[in-house]
T-cell receptor, first 114, second 116 residues
Framework: KQEVTQIPAALSVPEGENLVLNCSFT??????LQWFRQDPGKGLTSLLL?????REQTSGRLNASLDKSSGRSTLYIAASQPGDSATYLC?????????????FGKGTRLHILP | DTGVSQDPRHKITKRGQNVTFRCDPI?????LYWYRQTLGQGPEFLTY????????KSRLLSDRFSAERPKGSFSTLEIQRTEQGDSAMYLC??????????????FGPGTRLLVL
């Protein structure tokens, strides 16, 4: 059974710092891995999607890496800003023909201190 | 295209009442998913439709839960005889036909349910 774990559960850093969020998954048979952002009481916004054949994806100040063989991904946020404060969710799509569900971690609650 | 919409956004009900939520996916998306998210947890898969066919149901979906997508467009999720443990955010997502490995699911804003 695929399980996704995110460390740390919560993180507070001063504005301007670079930071890394970690994600691990137990079964390396995945289609892709995604990082989502969720603001309090809101839905999910997809930030980055890494296909199983890729090693990393970048969007602006965000960079996500994937090491499928070791079951790990990191989300790197450069020059953090107060607007980055949110919960960041890691999710994998298992490698099955008809199984389209996404399996999520519990998230990392990020607070950027002004 | 206005994205995935859900209605209502918030629902407060008393234990034992029935509630129904609606999800309108992005037009042209034939795949629709329901997830449930409790406080401090990530979303958990409930069920999945391809067009009007319900293809998979999680063990989380007890007999009190029923989901439908009668015309392959919008979907409803009904909870009968609600319990306090049903309090959660119910998220809907959709994706286009034949999503490739690089295709994401698009999430709606969610319906937050509070059972008193």
């Amino acid at each position: 059974k695929q399980e996704v774990t995110q460390i740390p559960a919560a993180l507070s850093v001063p504005e301007g710092e670079n930071l890394v969020l970690n994600c691990s998954f137990t079964d390396s048979a995945i289609y892709n891995l995604q990082w989502f952002r969720q603001d309090p009481g809101k839905g999910l916004t997809s930030l980055l999607l890494i296909q199983s054949s890729q090693r990393e994806q970048t969007s602006g100040r965000l960079n996500a890496s994937l090491d499928k063989s070791s079951g790990r991904s990191t989300l790197y946020i450069a020059a953090s800003q107060p607007g980055d404060s949110a919960t960041y969710l890691c999710a994998v799509r298992p490698w099955k023909n008809r199984d389209d569900k996404i399996i999520f971690g519990k998230g990392t609650r990020l607070h950027i201190l002004p | 295209d206005t994205g995935v919409s859900q209605d209502p956004r918030h629902k407060i009900t008393k234990r034992g009442q029935n509630v129904t939520f609606r999800c309108d996916p992005i037009s042209e998306h034939n795949r629709l998913y329901w997830y449930r998210q409790t406080l401090g947890q990530g979303p958990e898969f409930l069920t999945y439709f391809q067009n009007e066919a319900q293809l998979e149901k999680s063990r989380l979906l007890s007999d009190r839960f029923s989901a439908e997508r009668p015309k392959g467009s919008f979907s409803t999720l009904e909870i009968q005889r609600t319990e306090q443990g049903d309090s959660a955010m119910y998220l809907c997502a959709s994706s286009p036909p034949h999503p490739d490995i690089g295709e994401t699911q698009y999430f709606g804003p969610g319906t937050r349910l509070l059972v008193l």
